[in-house]
C-alpha cells in the first residue's frame, strides 16, 4: 500500500448505509467441505450441498430422502447424537470415517441444530488421532499466563496478535477496535517485515457493516480460506421445512458474499480469519488474520484462537481501566472531595459555591453551568446564557435518557458551530426535569488528524437502473481526514463521575424534599390552629362587642337630655368604633374561613358574573357617573362562582371607590396566555397606587388612606381577594400610574 497523503474534511460514515445483503442466507457455501441437513428425530437428509459427488462419490440427488445411515455407521450416528445431547466427550469436531467409493476418507464434522434443522458440516481432516485436551493445555496455558500479567490495553493486545500469528502462521495478524461511530481502528499488529503497517489506520464504518456485525456477535470466528472457492449452492435452493433460505449464521463453511471478496482481493489479500472480541456482550472489535495466499486453517487452531478471544474479551474491561490509570486516579480523587462537599451542604446553591473550579474537574470540562431556579450558574468557558437556555430546549426535546454526552455537538446540533470553540463536547446531566435542574458541561473543538485506510467516503455504484450500490473501496492508499467540530471524546470513567455526582445531588434534593414535607405538615397543622383560633377568637370577640355597641346605643337614647354634648360625641365615636371593630372581626372570620372552605367547582360564564357584579355596582351608587366596560367574548373560567363573584366585586368596586374623576370608567378584559389558561384584566382611572405601595396592598389591613377617606374601609379586601386566586391555583398582580389608574391582572384556568 503506497502512501499518499491528501486532506479532506469530511463527515464520518456510519454503518447504518442501506446494505440489503443477507449474508446469512447465502444459499451457498465454500467449496473446502460439504454441508448436510438433518431433520431430527432420524435423522433424515433433506438438503446437501451440491459438491457431495467430489467429496463422498455420491451424487447430491441420491442422498436426498435418505437416511444418515446411507453414509455412517451406526455408532458413528450415535456419536452425533451424543454431540447434540451436549456430552462433553463429543464436543466438535467429531470425527467420521466415511466410505468414499473405493477409499475411506476422514472428516471432522461439525454439528449444530439452528433453524428447526441439524446441520452437519465435513471438513477434510489428515490427523487422525483424536482431540486431546492435554495438548489444548500446553499450547493455551502459557499465553493465557501472559495475558494475565498484561499492565494495560496495549501489553494485552500485542500479546494476543504475536501468539495468534504463531498459532496459525498468517502473513499479518491485527486487532481492529470499533468507535463509537461505528469506524474501526488498528491499534495492535503483527505482521511480515516486508509488508506496509496498517497499525494506527483507521476504516470508516461500512467496511464491517451492521449485519455481519450482528453475525459476528454471536458467532465468534470466521474463516475464508481461499476468496477464489467455488460457490457450492444448496440443494434444493431453500430450506425445505420453512420454504425460506437455509440460515447459516453458525456455519463454518457459511459462503463469502461477493461485496467482501471483492474488497479482499483489493487488499491483497487471498485467505482470512476474524475473531470476535466481545466486551459485556457488545461487539468491541475483532482479531483480523491476512493472507496473501491460500490459508485454511485446521479445527483444532480455529478452537484454540476462538478461545483466546473469548479469554482477551474476558480481559478488555480490567485492562482499558489500567489505562490513565494516573489520571483515573486524580479524578477519582476529586470526584470523592467533591462528593463529600454535596453531602456536607445544605442545598445546590452551597454546592455551587463550595465546589467551585472542581465542578469541572470531575469529568474533565474546560467549563460547566448548572440551570437552577431559572439561572444559570456557570463556572469556566461556557456559552452565553440565551444559547444555554436553546440547547437545554433542544436536549429535551432530542433526547430520553437523563444523562447524554456527544463529542461532536455541532454536528448534530448546528447552532452550536457558532461557539464550537467552547462547546463542540456537551455532557448533561438531567436533575429534575419539572423544576428544570440541569449541569451541563463543555469541551472546547480540537482538531484531530486521522489516517484512514483509502478515502472514508461512502463507495457508491449507480447501476443501470438507477439504483444505488455499496460497493468495495479499490483503493487503500493513506488519507489524512482532518475532523471539524469535535472534542475529545467523553471517557466512561468520566460519564461515571458525572452520574455519581448526579447521586449525590439528588440526596441534596431529597433530603430537602423531606424537610419540606415535615415544614409543610407543620405549617398545615399550624395554619389549621390558627384558622380555628381565628374563628373562635372573632366569634368570641362580637359578644362583648355587641354588648358595648348596645349599652352605648342605649345610653344616648335613655340618657341623651342628661348627659351634655362632649358626652354624647365620646359615646357616638364609641357605637364608631365598636361598629369598625365588627366590621373588621368580620372580615377576618371570612378570612380565615377562606382557609377551610371547600371549593364548589364548576364552569363560569364570566360575560354573565361581570354583568351581574357591574348591576350591583351601579345600584349600589346611583348618583355617581360609572360606565363599565367589558369585551362580549370574555373566556368561561372554572372555579367556585360565589368567590369569583367576590373576586370581580372587590376588583371593580376599588376602581369606582378610589376614583377621583367625574366619569369613573372600569374596563374587563382578558389576554390568552399558555394552553387552558386566561388573562382577565380590570382596568381602571382611578387616583393609581404608587409604586412603593404595590407590594405591600395585599397585606391584611393595609391601607393606604385614612380610615374615613374615600369611605373608609377594613384593609382585607385585596387579602381576600389574593386568598381565593391563589386556592383556584391563580395568579394576581398590578400595574399602576400614580394618578392616572390601575390595572389588576389575574391569571384563571379555563378548565380543571
Not at 496478535?161 to 491499534?187: A, C, L, N, W
Not at 486524580?330 to 455551587?352: A, F, H, P, R, W
Not at 489524512?480 to 466512561?492: D, K, R, T
Not at 394576581?732 to 378548565?751: D, M
Request: glycine share 6%; aromatic share 8%.
Amino acid at each position: 500500500m503506497e502512501s499518499k497523503e491528501k486532506i479532506i474534511i469530511t463527515q464520518r460514515v456510519n454503518s447504518n448505509i442501506d446494505y440489503n445483503e443477507q449474508i446469512h442466507i447465502p444459499n451457498f457455501i465454500q467449496d473446502h467441505g460439504v454441508l448436510l441437513v438433518l431433520q431430527e428425530p432420524y435423522l433424515d437428509i433433506i438438503q446437501v450441498s451440491i459438491n457431495t459427488e467430489e467429496w463422498l462419490n455420491i451424487p447430491p440427488e441420491n442422498l436426498l430422502g435418505q437416511n444418515i445411515k446411507c453414509l455412517l455407521d451406526s455408532h458413528l450416528i450415535d456419536n452425533i447424537r451424543q454431540n447434540l445431547a451436549g456430552y462433553f466427550e463429543y464436543i466438535n469436531p467429531v470425527k467420521l470415517s466415511i466410505q468414499c467409493g473405493n477409499e475411506v476418507r476422514l472428516f471432522n464434522s461439525i454439528i449444530h441444530r439452528n433453524d428447526g434443522v441439524v446441520i452437519l458440516e465435513l471438513e477434510p481432516c489428515e490427523d487422525k488421532s483424536e482431540p486431546d485436551f492435554s495438548q489444548f493445555y500446553q499450547l493455551t496455558f502459557p499465553i493465557i499466563n501472559k495475558i494475565h500479567k498484561s499492565a494495560n490495553l496495549h501489553e494485552l493486545c500485542e500479546i494476543v496478535v504475536q501468539e495468534i500469528r504463531k498459532i496459525t502462521g498468517f502473513d499479518r495478524v491485527m486487532i481492529y477496535k470499533f468507535h463509537p461511530d461505528d469506524s474501526g481502528e488498528v491499534i495492535a499488529e503483527d505482521k511480515r517485515e516486508d509488508q506496509e503497517a496498517y497499525l494506527g489506520l483507521y476504516y470508516p464504518a461500512y467496511d464491517v457493516p451492521q449485519v455481519a456485525r450482528a453475525v459476528f456477535s454471536v458467532k465468534f470466528i470466521r474463516t475464508i480460506p481461499n476468496i477464489n472457492s467455488s460457490i457450492v449452492e444448496l440443494l434444493p435452493k431453500f430450506n425445505p421445512l420453512t420454504n425460506q433460505p437455509l440460515d447459516l449464521t453458525f456455519s463454518v463453511l457459511r459462503g463469502v458474499s461477493p461485496c467482501h471478496i471483492e474488497y479482499l482481493d483489493n487488499m491483497g489479500v487471498m485467505g482470512s480469519m476474524s475473531i470476535s472480541l466481545v466486551k459485556e456482550g457488545k461487539l468491541w472489535g475483532l482479531i483480523a488474520c491476512h493472507h496473501q495466499s491460500i490459508k485454511y486453517i485446521p479445527y483444532d487452531k480455529r478452537v484454540v484462537c476462538e478461545f483466546l478471544g473469548q479469554i482477551m474479551s474476558i480481559h478488555i474491561p480490567m485492562r482499558e481501566q489500567n489505562d490513565n490509570l494516573d489520571y483515573k486516579v486524580t479524578l477519582k480523587s476529586v470526584q470523592s472531595e467533591v462528593i463529600k462537599i454535596i453531602y456536607e451542604s445544605e442545598d445546590l446553591l452551597n454546592v455551587i459555591t463550595n465546589i467551585g473550579s472542581k465542578l469541572l474537574t470531575i469529568v474533565g470540562a474546560t467549563g460547566a453551568a448548572i440551570s437552577l431556579e431559572g439561572e444559570y450558574h456557570k463556572v469556566g468557558k461556557t456559552p452565553t446564557d440565551p444559547e444555554i437556555t436553546e440547547l437545554i430546549n433542544w436536549v429535551n426535546n432530542q433526547i430520553n435518557t437523563d444523562i447524554y454526552s456527544t463529542d461532536y455537538l455541532p454536528k448534530i446540533y448546528p447552532s452550536a458551530k457558532e461557539f464550537k470553540e467552547i462547546a463542540s463536547g456537551l455532557l448533561v446531566l438531567e436533575i429534575a426535569k419539572l423544576q428544570e435542574v440541569y449541569v451541563l458541561w463543555f469541551r472546547p473543538e480540537v482538531s484531530q488528524t486521522v489516517n484512514w485506510a483509502g478515502n472514508p467516503e461512502y463507495p457508491i455504484q449507480i447501476e443501470s437502473d438507477g439504483t444505488m450500490k455499496l460497493c468495495p473501496r479499490k483503493s487503500f492508499e493513506q488519507w489524512q481526514e482532518i475532523l471539524q467540530f469535535h472534542s475529545l471524546p467523553w471517557q466512561s470513567y468520566e460519564i461515571e463521575g458525572a452520574q455519581e455526582f448526579k447521586t449525590a445531588i439528588v440526596g441534596i434534593v431529597m433530603r430537602r424534599i423531606s424537610e419540606l414535607a415535615k415544614i409543610n405538615l407543620e405549617l398545615e397543622q399550624s395554619n389549621s390552629e390558627l384558622d380555628s383560633f381565628t374563628y373562635i377568637a372573632s366569634h368570641d370577640l362580637k359578644e362583648p362587642l355587641r354588648g358595648i355597641h348596645n349599652y352605648s346605643t342605649f345610653l344616648m337614647e335613655d340618657y341623651g337630655e342628661i348627659i351634655d354634648q362632649d358626652g354624647r360625641e365620646k359615646l357616638e365615636t364609641l357605637v364608631r368604633l365598636t361598629q369598625r371593630m365588627e366590621d373588621l372581626i368580620n372580615a377576618l372570620l371570612f378570612f380565615s374561613r377562606l382557609g377551610r372552605q371547600e371549593l364548589h367547582k364548576s364552569t363560569i360564564n364570566l360575560n354573565k358574573l361581570i354583568e351581574n357584579v357591574a348591576e350591583v355596582v351601579r345600584m349600589s351608587k346611583p348618583d355617581a357617573s360609572i360606565e363599565i366596560r367589558k369585551m362580549d367574548d370574555l373566556p368561561v373560567i372554572y372555579g367556585d362562582k360565589i368567590l369569583m363573584e367576590e373576586v370581580f366585586s372587590n376588583l371593580i368596586n376599588n376602581g369606582v371607590k378610589y376614583n377621583k374623576k367625574e366619569d369613573k370608567i372600569v374596563e374587563i378584559g382578558y389576554e390568552e396566555t399558555e394552553e387552558s389558561a386566561s388573562t382577565i384584566y380590570v382596568k381602571d382611572n382611578g387616583i393609581g397606587i404608587r409604586e412603593k405601595h404595590q407590594e405591600t396592598i395585599f397585606k391584611i389591613f393595609k391601607r393606604l388612606h385614612g380610615k374615613d377617606k374615600f369611605g373608609g374601609g377594613t384593609g382585607v379586601g385585596l387579602t381576600i381577594v389574593k386568598k381565593i386566586i391563589e386556592r383556584h391555583g391563580g395568579k394576581i398582580w398590578l400595574e399602576s400610574k400614580y394618578g392616572e389608574g390601575t390595572t389588576f391582572y389575574v391569571k384563571l384556568w379555563n378548565q380543571e
